[in-house]
């Protein structure tokens, strides 16, 4: 690699003088439902913000990969049981304790179904990559799915296109959602995650120490002590291997 082009210095890059945003979101409207998906998005920014049922409701968890045993771990929790290879809350007009630390996938039903029927419904419900492409059947059967459980909203990270899924029943709520995102505070967020993630590669790789110079041709900056290369050099470097 020739160093032909002057590179930023190591404050700039832990500055993010070269870091650059833009708020993506996918949304669209099927039958009775609306939807969205992003990767700027969480469960979290969702359930913060919206009105929750007005009767009692349950959370069907219908997919967790961050415990061994996956969504039935919520089954052991209080307030909650097992219901096929899924948990299923008790009724309660509060929202019980989720975890989202890994990809997931959750229902808020606000109408009762036996659980045949539920565990029938949820045979089809496999999240599809495109959820408006009905020439799919993996997509058709999803909705299908959505039709027969009738659920307040569906919510996933990391399921079918690793983003953050949303699919509410209620328009107002869909509509209460869209007016609360801020992409001022979502670029912010994003802003501190790569701020942080910098600050920990300069404490892994840093100082420039020496005594050698960076091999780079035409760079003069002294080399990290566990490479050859200084340190915007050698994140250029392993950005390319």
């Not at 799919?136 to 959505?146: I, M, V």
């Not at 459980?149 to 209460?176: A, H, M, W």
């Not at 120490?209 to 091999?215: K, L």
Request: net charge negative.
């Amino acid at each position: 690699m020739r160093s032909d082009v002057s590179i930023q210095t190591v404050n700039e890059y832990l500055q993010l003088t070269d870091w650059k945003f833009e708020f993506s979101i996918d949304e669209g409207r099927l039958g009775k439902f609306c939807w969205l998906r992003s990767g700027h998005l969480f469960a979290g920014d969702f359930l913060r913000v919206i009105n929750l049922p007005k009767n009692p409701f349950q959370v069907l968890v219908t997919y967790f990969d961050g415990q061994g045993g996956g969504a039935l771990t919520y089954g052991d929790r209080p307030g909650w049981r097992k219901l096929g290879l899924f948990a299923i809350s008790e009724s309660s007009s509060a929202l019980p304790a989720l975890s989202f630390g890994a990809d997931n996938e959750q229902l808020i039903l606000d109408e009762p179904m036996p659980d045949p029927e539920l565990l029938s419904a949820l045979a089809l419900l496999d999240e599809p990559y495109e959820l408006d492409d009905l020439a799919d059947t993996r997509a058709k059967d999803f909705w299908a799915a959505l039709e027969i459980i009738k659920p307040y909203c569906y919510f996933s990270n990391g399921i079918g296109r690793d983003e953050f899924t949303l699919i509410v029943r209620d328009e107002d709520i869909y509509r209460q959602f869209r007016r609360s995102l801020s992409g001022t505070e979502i670029e912010t967020t994003f802003k501190n995650v790569e701020a942080n993630y910098r600050a920990r590669v300069w404490d892994n790789l840093g100082p420039e120490c020496g005594p050698e110079a960076c091999i780079e041709d035409g760079c003069d900056r002294l080399r990290i002590k566990l490479a050859v290369r200084c340190f915007i050099h050698q994140i250029q470097w392993g950005d390319s291997h």
